[in-house]
C-alpha cells in the first residue's frame, strides 16, 4: 500500500488526473490506485485493450505501427497512450503492452517483457516517455509487478516533463527575443493604419524630392503588388508636390524582357497609377548582348541552369540600369520596392532591384503592401496576386514561395512576432544571417 498511497498523493498534490490503457494488466493498474481512499479524484478512467482490434478502435493506434514493430513495442504503447490522452481529459496516460506469460507472444519476445508508456500534457503539448522491462515470476506476479513498476515511475517522468516544458519555453522566449530584434532592425510592425501609412509614405517621398532639389520620381513597373503600391505612392507625391508649387513629375517604367507573360497586369497596374510618364524599354537585347560579351570574353558558364540564373541577376541590373539612365538624364531620384519581407530573406540581387534611391515601402510586411494596394484602391488581382521575381527564363513566372523555402505567411508572421513553426524559424533566421552582406554598405577594411 506504500506505493499506492505515495503516488495517490503525489497525482492530488500535483493536481493530476490518470488515465489508463492497458494491455497486460488489463485494469490492474487503475484496480490497484482505486484501492487508496480519496485516490478517485485523480482518476480519470481505465481501458483494458487486449486485441490489436481495440487497440486501434478505442485508441487510434494504427495496424502499421503493430505490423512493423509488433504487439509488445514501446511504438505501441507510446500510440495507445496518445491515443488515452487524446480520447480523454486526463493529464497523464499510463499504457503497457507485454507477454505475461506463460505462452510466450507470437514473436520471439521473452516471457515477462512489458512495454510502458507514460504521456503527459502540458502547456498544450503532449510529452511521451517510454521503457521495456522484463519481470520474473508467474503470470499473475508480471502482471502486478508491471502495474506496479508504471505507477512507481510516474513521478520521476512526470519531473522529466516539466524540465522540459519549462526548457520549452526558455527556448520559446529566446527565439521571440530574436524574432523581435530583427523586426526591429527592419522597422517591421505587427500591426500598421493603411491611411496613415499611405499619407506618411507618400510625404516622405515629396519631402525627399524637396530636401534633394531632384524633380523626377522613377519606378519600373512590373504588374506585381510591391510596385503597383510604390507607383501609386510615387504619383501621388508628385502631385502634392505640384500643388506646393514645386516642380515634380513621376516616370513609370515598362521593363519587359522580350515578352512579359504578365504584360496584362503591367497594363493594369499603369492604368491605376495613372503615371505622368511611361517609358517602355525592353531589356532582352541589352542583357543578352552583355551575356554574350562575358562568355566570349573568357567567362565559362557550367550548364543551362548556371546561364539562367547569371543571366536573372544581369535582367534585373539592368532594370536598374536603365532606371538610372533616366533618373541622370531628368534629374530624378530612383525608387526601390524593397519592403521588410524582402528585406528578411535578402530575396533581391544586390545593386539590381536592391539598388535605390529612395525606398518607400520599407518595414511593411507582405500582408502589409497588400493593405496599401487595398486602400489605395487598386485592381483586386493586383493585390492578391502571387509574388514572382520573374527572373529564370527555363521557369517564368517562378513563385517567390518555391524559391524561399516557406511562406510569406510564416514570414509575415514572423515580422509580426507571432509565432511560426521551428522549420520556418530556422530558414528565416539562417537565411537572414546569410544575407545580412546584402543589406549591409560594402565591406571595407578596419
Ligand atoms: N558574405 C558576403 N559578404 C559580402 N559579399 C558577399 C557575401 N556572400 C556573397 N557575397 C556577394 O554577393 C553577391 C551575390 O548577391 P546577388 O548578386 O544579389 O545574388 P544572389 O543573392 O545569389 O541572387 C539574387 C537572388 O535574389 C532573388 N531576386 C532577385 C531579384 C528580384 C527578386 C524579387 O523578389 O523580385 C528576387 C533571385 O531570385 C536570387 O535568388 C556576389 O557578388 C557575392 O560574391
Ligand atoms: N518586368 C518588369 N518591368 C518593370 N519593372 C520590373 C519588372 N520586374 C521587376 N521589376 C522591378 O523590380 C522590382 C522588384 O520586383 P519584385 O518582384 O520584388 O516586385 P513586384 O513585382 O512589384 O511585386 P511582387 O514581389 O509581388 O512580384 C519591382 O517592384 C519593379 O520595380
Ligand atoms: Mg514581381
Not at 20 to 48: F, K, N, Y
Not at 130 to 158: I, K, M, Q, S
Not at 244 to 267: K, T
Request: charged residues 25%.
Amino acid at each position: 500500500m506504500e506505493l499506492l498511497d505515495r503516488i495517490t498523493d503525489y497525482l492530488i498534490d500535483n493536481e493530476l488526473t490518470l488515465a489508463t490503457a492497458e494491455s497486460c494488466t488489463a485494469g490492474l493498474i487503475i484496480s490497484e490506485l482505486a484501492r487508496v481512499p480519496g485516490s478517485g479524484q485523480s482518476i480519470d478512467c481505465g481501458l483494458g485493450v487486449y486485441s490489436p482490434q481495440s487497440k486501434n478502435r478505442y485508441l487510434g493506434v494504427s495496424f502499421d505501427t503493430i505490423e512493423s514493430h509488433g504487439l509488445t513495442s514501446e511504438a505501441v504503447a507510446s500510440e495507445m497512450a496518445a491515443g488515452a490522452l487524446n480520447n480523454n481529459d486526463a493529464d497523464v496516460a499510463l499504457a503497457n503492452t507485454g507477454i505475461a506469460g506463460p505462452n510466450p507472444g507470437d514473436d520471439d519476445t521473452p516471457i515477462g517483457t512489458v512495454c510502458f508508456a507514460w504521456a503527459f500534457r502540458q502547456n498544450g503539448d503532449h510529452h511521451h516517455y517510454c521503457e521495456t522491462r522484463r519481470f520474473d515470476g508467474t503470470r499473475n506476479e508480471v502482471r502486478l509487478a508491471a502495474a506496479h513498476y508504471a505507477l512507481e515511475r510516474l513521478p520521476h517522468y512526470h519531473r522529466l516533463c516539466l524540465e522540459s516544458a519549462a526548457k520549452g519555453s526558455e527556448e520559446a522566449r529566446s527565439r521571440q527575443a530574436r524574432q523581435r530584434a530583427i523586426g526591429v532592425q527592419l522597422h517591421a510592425r505587427s500591426e500598421i493604419d493603411p491611411q496613415h501609412e499611405i499619407e506618411r509614405r507618400r510625404d516622405f517621398l515629396c519631402r525627399k524630392m524637396q530636401e534633394s532639389g531632384q524633380t523626377t520620381l522613377v519606378l519600373g513597373i512590373s504588374g506585381g503588388v510591391d510596385s503597383t503600391v510604390a507607383g501609386r505612392l510615387a504619383q501621388l507625391a508628385v502631385e502634392k508636390r505640384r500643388e506646393q508649387g514645386g516642380q515634380a513629375r513621376f516616370i513609370a517604367m515598362r521593363l519587359p524582357y522580350g515578352v512579359q507573360q504578365d504584360a496584362d497586369d503591367a497594363d493594369k497596374a499603369l492604368d491605376f497609377i495613372q503615371p505622368d510618364d511611361v517609358f517602355d524599354v525592353n531589356i532582352q537585347g541589352a542583357s543578352d548582348t552583355l551575356l554574350e560579351s562575358l562568355v566570349s570574353g573568357g567567362l565559362t558558364i557550367e550548364d543551362a541552369g548556371q546561364r539562367d540564373f547569371v543571366l536573372g541577376n544581369i535582367k534585373a541590373r539592368q532594370r536598374m540600369v536603365a532606371q538610372y539612365a533616366v533618373a541622370g538624364a531628368r534629374g530624378g531620384l530612383v525608387i526601390g520596392t524593397d519592403q521588410a519581407a524582402e528585406a528578411l530573406m535578402g530575396f533581391f540581387t544586390k545593386y539590381g532591384d536592391g539598388a535605390c534611391d529612395v525606398a518607400p515601402l520599407t518595414g511593411l510586411n507582405k500582408r502589409q503592401v497588400r493593405q496599401l494596394g487595398m486602400q489605395l484602391g487598386a485592381p483586386k488581382a493586383l493585390v492578391t496576386k502571387a509574388p514572382t521575381a520573374d527572373l529564370e527564363s527555363l521557369a517564368p513566372q517562378k513563385l517567390d514561395e518555391e524559391a524561399l523555402g516557406v511562406s510569406y505567411e510564416e514570414i509575415d508572421a514572423f515580422l509580426e512576432n507571432r509565432e511560426v513553426s521551428s522549420q520556418a524559424f530556422e530558414t528565416i533566421v539562417t537565411t537572414y544571417r546569410r544575407t545580412a552582406h546584402k543589406r549591409d554598405l560594402p565591406i571595407v577594411p578596419d
